[in-house]
């Protein structure tokens, strides 16, 4: 491997035709540019059926994460969910191209795809820092028994479809209310308009850093959504009485168990996930196009101003 050699990831959700189709196209492009390829070993065997990888280098095997320079993205959330857990320790910003439908992790959409690989080959481009979560299950002497993070979101649920979870939230080191629940999402900005907007749970601005904690189903007087400091610690406790187990979900790629008087400690995550952005869209505008919303008769406001 040259170190001055440029490495560019491609992630791609490859059972779908018209997404290996646009793969090829990517290939092609950051090979023209005198950029090497490179999938993951978890993509290569599908995109090895339909397409040829010869040059291409496998992340893991040829190249690590720190010799990644963009990972290029086709797909929905999902995938770019996935992208961010693979390029997960290194700098490697994400371009997400969007494949799928409601898609709000994508930068831009299939048809301006050709346009948007050039331009982040020739790096015309800003990185968008997105504020993440660390994740920790302590048992019941707090011990760390298992630790990942998030970008959406972290969300205590019950694990049996017919039993309650009893828990308590804590923020801060201060406990707020116990409850029986179906669950709580503990999710960023980013994943406000995930689960936590199924939920219940406000809309976040990217550009605002907070964090949203929203219970599911709550037998109990107050168990409003809340939005609380970036910098704050949201603790939940499954309680011993609680008659079944819990389990943590994390982007819904992660899990883990959670018996009764397991903790766990959601914070934001010192590295934060990097992603490709090429177009200063208003967020506003991502959300009346993703969700179609009605603003037929708005005049407007003079110069920019309501």
Same mark, same amino acid.
């Given at each position: 491997?040259?170190?001055?050699?440029?490495?560019?990831?491609?992630?791609?959700?490859?059972?779908?035709?018209?997404?290996?189709?646009?793969?090829?196209?990517?290939?092609?492009?950051?090979?023209?540019?005198?950029?090497?390829?490179?999938?993951?070993?978890?993509?290569?065997?599908?995109?090895?059926?339909?397409?040829?990888?010869?040059?291409?280098?496998?992340?893991?095997?040829?190249?690590?994460?720190?010799?990644?320079?963009?990972?290029?993205?086709?797909?929905?959330?999902?995938?770019?969910?996935?992208?961010?857990?693979?390029?997960?320790?290194?700098?490697?910003?994400?371009?997400?191209?969007?494949?799928?439908?409601?898609?709000?992790?994508?930068?831009?959409?299939?048809?301006?795809?050709?346009?948007?690989?050039?331009?982040?080959?020739?790096?015309?481009?800003?990185?968008?820092?997105?504020?993440?979560?660390?994740?920790?299950?302590?048992?019941?002497?707090?011990?760390?028994? &298992?630790?990942?993070?998030?970008?959406?979101?972290?969300? +205590?649920?019950?694990?049996?479809?017919?039993?309650?979870?009893?828990?308590?939230?804590?923020?801060?080191?201060?406990?707020?209310?116990? &409850?029986?629940?179906?669950?709580?999402?503990?999710?960023?900005?980013?994943?406000?308009?995930?689960?936590?907007?199924?939920?219940?749970?406000?809309?976040?601005?990217?550009?605002?850093?907070?964090?949203?904690?929203?219970?599911?189903?709550?037998?109990?007087?107050?168990?409003?959504?809340?939005?609380?400091?970036?910098?704050?610690?949201?603790?939940?406790?499954?309680?011993?009485?609680?008659?079944?187990?819990?389990?943590?979900?994390?982007?819904?790629?992660?899990?883990?168990?959670?018996?009764?008087?397991?903790?766990?400690?959601?914070?934001?995550?010192?590295?934060?996930?990097?992603?490709?952005?090429?177009?200063?869209?208003?967020?506003?505008?991502?959300? +009346?196009?993703?969700?179609?919303?009605?603003?037929?008769?708005?005049?407007?406001?003079?110069?920019?101003?309501?």
């Amino acid at each position: 491997m040259t170190p001055s050699e440029r490495r560019i990831l491609l992630v791609v959700h490859a059972r779908r035709d018209d997404t290996v189709e646009a793969a090829q196209r990517v290939l092609s492009a950051v090979r023209a540019a005198g950029a090497v390829p490179v999938v993951s070993a978890e993509d290569r065997p599908e995109l090895a059926e339909r397409l040829s990888l010869e040059g291409v280098e496998t992340l893991g095997v040829d190249v690590t994460v720190d010799d990644l320079e963009l990972a290029i993205v086709l797909g929905g959330d999902g995938t770019i969910l996935r992208a961010a857990e693979t390029v997960r320790g290194g700098t490697a910003p994400i371009l997400g191209i969007n494949m799928g439908h409601v898609g709000f992790l994508a930068e831009i959409e299939r048809d301006d795809m050709d346009d948007a690989v050039r331009r982040v080959i020739a790096r015309d481009y800003r990185v968008e820092e997105r504020l993440a979560l660390a994740v920790k299950v302590l048992d019941a002497d707090d011990r760390v028994i &298992f630790e990942t993070w998030a970008l959406n979101e972290a969300t +205590v649920e019950k694990a049996s479809r017919e039993r309650m979870l009893e828990v308590v939230m804590e923020v801060d080191g201060k406990p707020l209310s116990s &409850f029986g629940c179906d669950g709580i999402v503990v999710a960023t900005p980013t994943g406000s308009t995930a689960y936590n907007f199924s939920a219940g749970g406000p809309v976040i601005w990217p550009t605002v850093e907070a964090i949203a904690v929203v219970p599911l189903s709550a037998h109990a007087l107050f168990a409003r959504p809340l939005v609380v400091s970036p910098d704050a610690t949201v603790a939940v406790e499954v309680l011993e009485r609680t008659s079944g187990s819990g389990i943590l979900w994390c982007d819904g790629r992660r899990s883990h168990e959670l018996p009764p008087g397991a903790r766990v400690a959601v914070r934001r995550s010192s590295r934060p996930v990097r992603l490709a952005r090429l177009h200063p869209a208003a967020f506003t505008d991502r959300l +009346v196009r993703k969700f179609r919303l009605p603003v037929t008769g708005w005049r407007g406001g003079l110069g920019g101003q309501p």
